[in-house]
């Protein structure tokens, strides 16, 4: 990994998941000697766990303006998106 990373905490989202698919097309392609492959893998790993921990403040983010603004959705219905709207299409409705 010749130079030195920039420490995982700092990086954006986008950043930390631009590294984070680098390092896993460099891991899928192979050729990697082992100890660097050990080291790309953990790195991975951190920068997964940073990836997940930013969505998640976002998400808490998001539903705490949610309520603050009454913009707040019932979890038991979820939105109607035009994927769940083609779902409950019947067999008639295919074209073919």
Known sequence: M?????EISSLSFE?????LEALSQRLSQGGLPLEESVEAY???SELRKHCN???KRAEDRVRELD??????????????????RR??????????
């Not at 010749?2 to 920039?6: D, H, S, V």
């Not at 950043?15 to 590294?19: D, N, S, T, V």
């Not at 309520?67 to 769940?84: A, C, I, L």
């Not at 779902?87 to 073919?96: C, L, V």
Request: charged share 45%; aromatic share 4%; hydrophobic share 25%.
């Open 53 to 55: 921990d930013l969505l």
């Open 42 to 44: 953990a790195r991975g």
């Open 67 to 84: 309520q603050k603004f009454g913009n707040q959705q019932d979890d038991d219905e979820p939105e109607e998106t035009p994927v769940s």
């Open 87 to 96: 779902s409950r299409r019947n067999d008639d409705d295919i074209p073919f």
């Open 15 to 19: 950043e930390a998941l631009k590294e």
């Open 2 to 6: 010749g130079e030195k990373a920039p």
